[in-house]
Nanobody, 125 residues
């Protein structure tokens, strides 16, 4: 299984980015998909997840982030609008299947079986 994240970069505050994560080596439509991020000096933080067509967002992502998936392209997206300097982080995509049940499963890193390498997002003020 391989996950290839892309779409990060340096943007000014207020701008937008769309991150992509292309998956291979798995039956994509049977997996839940998630995005996490790690800011400098901080723990990895849950951002968003999608299982079938149900979406979940972390507190910091509500209102500005949109997760979506394209099963035909084996790709999950994260649209980020109105970027803030506090969004600066490495963004990681992940996929999970067997452990994606229970309360708040999507926040648990252990629910995800495979991780991408991360893509850097830097927001300047």
């Amino acid at each position: 299984v391989q996950l290839q994240a892309s779409g990060g970069g340096l943007v000014q505050a207020g701008g937008s980015l769309r991150l992509s994560c292309a998956a291979s080596g798995l039956t994509f439509n049977s997996y839940a998909l998630g995005w996490f991020r790690r800011a400098p000096g901080k723990e990895r933080e849950f951002v968003a997840a999608i299982k079938w067509s149900v979406v979940y967002y972390g507190d910091s992502a509500k209102g500005r982030f949109t997760i979506s998936r394209d099963n035909d392209k084996n790709t999950v997206y994260l649209q980020i609008n109105s970027l803030k300097p506090g969004d600066t982080a490495v963004y990681y995509c992940a996929v999970g299947r067997s452990a994606t049940t229970g309360s708040n499963w999507y926040r648990n890193r252990l629910a995800y079986d495979y991780w991408g390498q991360g893509t850097q997002v830097t927001v300047s003020s």
